[in-house]
Nanobody
Framework: QVQLVESGGGLVQAGDSLRLSCAAS??????????MGWFRQAPGKERECLAT????????VYADSVKGRFFISRDNAKNTVFLQMNTLKPEDTAVYYC????????????????WGQGTQVTVSS
């Protein structure tokens, strides 16, 4: 059974930073064969892809809304993916999810095979 568990969310003020982690587990599951992505979903809105990182970690893609503020990274040895979020804004308030896709993947949620349960990030003004 594959599990992705996000952590690091919370309540912060505008301008603060947070670092989200996504720990993957499963008897034979290793993220080194997967594209990993971070998504978010605010109430009443569709799930939005924020950042993706290729299995080697040498290819990253960001949504315009977070480019230059958020940074995705991965530690394949620890089976963990991170999202460093800087200069947070109230509009960043959402539930944040990590996801894994076999092989190459983009920003389409349907390309992802495994999802975490999400972690809430709330940014106050």
């Amino acid at each position: 059974q594959v599990q992705l568990v996000e952590s690091g969310g919370g309540l912060v003020q505008a301008g603060d930073s947070l670092r989200l982690s996504c720990a993957a587990s499963g008897r034979t599951f290793r993220i080194n064969l997967y594209t990993m992505g971070w998504f978010r979903q605010a109430p009443g809105k569709e799930r939005e892809c924020l950042a993706t990182i290729g299995w080697r970690g040498d290819r990253t893609v960001y949504a315009d809304s977070v480019k230059g503020r958020f940074f995705i990274s991965r530690d394949n040895a620890k089976n963990t993916v991170f999202l460093q979020m800087n200069t947070l804004k109230p509009e960043d308030t959402a539930v944040y999810y990590c996801a894994a896709a076999r092989g190459s993947a983009g920003d389409d949620v349907h390309q992802y095979d495994y999802w975490g349960q999400g972690t809430q990030v709330t940014v106050s003004s």
